[in-house]
C-alpha cells in the first residue's frame, strides 16, 4: 500500500549507492513521490517547495534495512538452546524449534504469539524480511494479515515438510502440496506488500516429488522461493546420501526450478559451497543471505567476499530464532566480525602488518539495505526510483560531547544503538512507526 503523497524528511541523511563508501549528508531533505523516493537534495528544488517537510532536526535518516532469513514462529523461544547439542541434550530441532513450531496448529496461539512478534518486529530498524511461518496454512495467511495491517513488508513462507520430520509436524506430498497451492491462490494481492514465496525448509525434509511440485507451482504463479543451503558439513553429507549424484547441494533444489532458473531465489548460509555451488548460484543469481550470527555459533563463517567478488548477490538475515535479537544493526556488526576472523583464518597468514581484510562499515551496512533490498526490485537506497523506506534515529542517548560526522554518527548507531534510538519508520511512504514532525 503506497502512499500517495509528496513530501520530505530533512536531517542527516545516510545511504549507500555503491557497497564502498557511505553517502552522508549533515543537513538534506529526502523526497518521497507516491511511496517511491525521488532523491536526495541539499536545498528542495522549485518543483518541491511546497511540499510538506517532516524537520527531524539532527536526527539521523537512513533506508530501511532487509532481513532476508528468520523464522517468525520461532521468536518466542529466542536466544536459547545454542549449546545444547554440545552438552549432549539432542538436537536443537527436537527441543526447541519443531516443538514451538507444533503449536502452531492452533489458531489463538498462533495469534498471541504473531502479534507480539509483529510488536517487536516494528520496534527494529527492518522495513522488509523474507521469513518462514510454519507447515500450518491458516497461521501463515494470519501471520501475512498481522503483518499487512502494520504496514510491513516482506515474503512470507508457509513451509513445506513431507519426510524427516516430528510427529504432527509432517505433511503428505499431496497435502503439502494442495495445501500450498490453496494458499497462493487465497493470498494473491489480498496482502499488498506482504506475499507468498515458496519454501521447502531444506533438502532433508522434502522428497524430490515435493520439490518438482514446489517448483511447477513456483512458475505458475510466479511466486520467488526460499530455502537454507549448505549450511553445515552434516547437512551436506545427509544431502549426498539422501540424493547420490549430485555435484553440489544446490543441484538438488536447481533440478526442479528453485535454484533461481525460473523465478528469484533466496538461500540462507551458503556456509560450505563448492565450486560447482558458487557458479550455479553466479549462473542462477542466487540471492545469499547471510547469517553471521547464527553461523558463528557452530564456529562457522560464510565466504562472503569470495561470494561479492564472484558477483554472486547478497544480504543479511537475522535467522530469528538462531539469534537472540531482531535487530538488523546487530547483523550488520556481526557481518563485519566474522569476515574479519575469515580473513584473519584464511588470508593473513603470518604476516603481522597484513591491512586488515573482511567487510568495511559501508560495505555491511549496504548488504543489509540495498543489497538485501534488490530481492525486492530496487529498495535498500534513497536513489531516484528506489521504494521509499526509511529509518529516522535519534542518537543523543549515546553522543558524547565531542562534534560527530554523519559517518560516525551512523558507525556508532549500529554499535551501540537500540530500539530507544528510534523516532520514525516509513515503508514506501507510509509512516508505520513513530512520529512525524
Same mark, same amino acid.
Given at each position: 500500500?503506497?502512499?500517495?503523497?509528496?513530501?520530505?524528511?530533512?536531517?542527516?541523511? #545516510?545511504?549507500?549507492?555503491?557497497?564502498?563508501?557511505?553517502?552522508?549528508?549533515?543537513?538534506?531533505?529526502?523526497?518521497?513521490?507516491?511511496?517511491?523516493?525521488?532523491?536526495?537534495?541539499?536545498?528542495?528544488?522549485?518543483?518541491?517547495?511546497?511540499?510538506?517537510?517532516?524537520?527531524?532536526?539532527?536526527?539521523?535518516?537512513?533506508?530501511?534495512?532487509?532481513?532476508?532469513?528468520?523464522?517468525?514462529?520461532?521468536?518466542?523461544?529466542?536466544?536459547?538452546?545454542?549449546?545444547?547439542?554440545?552438552?549432549?541434550?539432542?538436537?536443537?530441532?527436537?527441543?526447541?524449534?519443531?516443538?514451538?513450531?507444533?503449536?502452531?496448529?492452533?489458531?489463538?496461539?498462533?495469534?498471541?504469539?504473531?502479534?507480539?512478534?509483529?510488536?517487536?518486529?516494528?520496534? =527494529?530498524?527492518?522495513?522488509?524480511?523474507?521469513?518462514?511461518?510454519?507447515?500450518?496454512?491458516?497461521?501463515?495467511?494470519?501471520? $501475512?494479515?498481522?503483518?499487512?495491517?502494520?504496514?510491513?513488508?516482506?515474503?512470507?513462507?508457509?513451509?513445506?515438510?513431507?519426510?524427516?520430520?516430528? /510427529?504432527?509436524?509432517?505433511?503428505?506430498?499431496?497435502?503439502?502440496?494442495?495445501?500450498?497451492?490453496?494458499?497462493?491462490?487465497?493470498?494473491?494481492?489480498?496482502?499488498?506488500?506482504?506475499?507468498?514465496?515458496?519454501?521447502?525448509?531444506?533438502?532433508?525434509?522434502?522428497?524430490?516429488?515435493?520439490?518438482?511440485?514446489?517448483?511447477?507451482?513456483?512458475?505458475?504463479?510466479?511466486?520467488?522461493?526460499?530455502?537454507?543451503?549448505?549450511?553445515?558439513?552434516?547437512?551436506?553429507?545427509?544431502?549426498?546420501?539422501?540424493?547420490?549424484?549430485? =555435484?553440489?547441494?544446490?543441484?538438488?533444489?536447481?533440478?526442479?526450478?528453485?535454484?533461481?532458473?525460473?523465478?528469484?531465489?533466496?538461500?540462507?548460509?551458503? #556456509?560450505?559451497?563448492?565450486?560447482?555451488?558458487?557458479?550455479?548460484?553466479?549462473?542462477?543469481?542466487? $540471492?545469499?543471505?547471510?547469517?553471521?550470527?547464527?553461523?558463528?555459533?557452530?564456529?562457522?563463517?560464510?565466504?562472503?567476499?569470495?561470494?561479492?567478488?564472484?558477483?554472486?548477490?547478497?544480504?543479511?538475515?537475522?535467522?530469528?530464532?538462531?539469534?537472540?535479537?531482531?535487530?538488523?544493526?546487530?547483523?550488520?556488526?556481526?557481518?563485519?566480525?566474522?569476515?574479519?576472523?575469515?580473513?584473519?583464518?584464511?588470508?593473513?597468514?603470518?604476516?603481522?602488518?597484513?591491512? $586488515?581484510?573482511?567487510?568495511?562499515?559501508?560495505?555491511?551496512?549496504?548488504?543489509? =539495505?540495498?543489497?538485501?533490498?534488490?530481492?525486492?526490485?530496487?529498495?535498500?537506497?534513497? /536513489?531516484?526510483?528506489?521504494?521509499?523506506?526509511?529509518?529516522?534515529?535519534?542518537?543523543?542517548?549515546?553522543?558524547?560531547?565531542?562534534?560527530?560526522?554523519?559517518?560516525?554518527?551512523?558507525?556508532?548507531?549500529?554499535?551501540?544503538?537500540?530500539?530507544?534510538?528510534? #523516532?520514525?519508520?516509513?515503508?514506501?511512504?507510509?509512516?508505520?512507526?513513530?512520529?512525524?514532525?
Amino acid at each position: 500500500m503506497m502512499e500517495n503523497r509528496v513530501f520530505a524528511l530533512k536531517g542527516a541523511v #545516510v545511504y549507500t549507492e555503491e557497497k564502498e563508501r557511505f553517502i552522508c549528508h549533515d543537513n538534506a531533505y529526502v523526497v518521497c513521490e507516491n511511496g517511491v523516493s525521488a532523491g536526495v537534495y541539499r536545498e528542495l528544488p522549485a518543483n518541491y517547495k511546497d511540499i510538506q517537510v517532516m524537520d527531524y532536526g539532527s536526527h539521523v535518516i537512513i533506508p530501511g534495512l532487509c532481513d532476508l532469513h528468520l523464522h517468525a514462529p520461532q521468536y518466542g523461544f529466542r536466544g536459547l538452546g545454542r549449546n545444547i547439542e554440545a552438552d549432549g541434550w539432542g538436537t536443537w530441532f527436537d527441543i526447541y524449534a519443531f516443538p514451538e513450531e507444533s503449536h502452531y496448529r492452533d489458531l489463538e496461539y498462533a495469534a498471541r504469539a504473531y502479534e507480539r512478534f509483529t510488536h517487536d518486529l516494528m520496534k =527494529t530498524t527492518t522495513t522488509r524480511a523474507v521469513m518462514f511461518a510454519t507447515i500450518h496454512r491458516p497461521a501463515t495467511e494470519l501471520l $501475512m494479515s498481522i503483518l499487512y495491517k502494520k504496514g510491513f513488508a516482506a515474503y512470507v513462507g508457509k513451509v513445506n515438510m513431507d519426510r524427516n520430520s516430528m /510427529e504432527g509436524l509432517v505433511e503428505t506430498t499431496e497435502e503439502s502440496l494442495r495445501e500450498t497451492e490453496e494458499w497462493l491462490r487465497d493470498c494473491r494481492g489480498l496482502y499488498g506488500p506482504v506475499k507468498p514465496v515458496i519454501t521447502p525448509r531444506y533438502v532433508p525434509t522434502c522428497t524430490n516429488q515435493l520439490l518438482e511440485g514446489l517448483g511447477a507451482l513456483a512458475e505458475k504463479y510466479n511466486v520467488p522461493v526460499q530455502s537454507h543451503l549448505s549450511e553445515g558439513l552434516d547437512e551436506i553429507k545427509w544431502v549426498n546420501e539422501l540424493e547420490p549424484g549430485l =555435484t553440489c547441494y544446490g543441484e538438488a533444489y536447481d533440478r526442479y526450478g528453485l535454484m533461481g532458473s525460473a523465478v528469484p531465489a533466496v538461500m540462507a548460509h551458503c #556456509v560450505f559451497p563448492n565450486e560447482a555451488e558458487m557458479e550455479l548460484m553466479r549462473e542462477r543469481k542466487v $540471492m545469499v543471505a547471510h547469517c553471521p550470527e547464527c553461523n558463528m555459533f557452530a564456529a562457522n563463517i560464510a565466504p562472503v567476499r569470495e561470494y561479492l567478488d564472484s558477483g554472486i548477490a547478497v544480504g543479511l538475515g537475522s535467522d530469528m530464532a538462531g539469534v537472540g535479537r531482531l535487530e538488523m544493526f546487530q547483523v550488520v556488526k556481526h557481518a563485519i566480525l566474522a569476515s574479519r576472523v575469515r580473513w584473519a583464518q584464511t588470508e593473513q597468514g603470518d604476516d603481522p602488518d597484513a591491512v $586488515m581484510g573482511g567487510l568495511s562499515w559501508s560495505e555491511a551496512f549496504y548488504l543489509a =539495505t540495498k543489497g538485501g533490498g534488490s530481492f525486492w526490485g530496487k529498495a535498500g537506497s534513497f /536513489e531516484p526510483g528506489y521504494l521509499f523506506d526509511a529509518v529516522v534515529l535519534d542518537d543523543t542517548s549515546i553522543a558524547d560531547l565531542s562534534r560527530r560526522s554523519t559517518c560516525e554518527r551512523i558507525e556508532r548507531l549500529i554499535q551501540a544503538g537500540d530500539d530507544r534510538n528510534i #523516532v520514525a519508520k516509513y515503508i514506501e511512504g507510509r509512516l508505520v512507526y513513530g512520529s512525524g514532525k
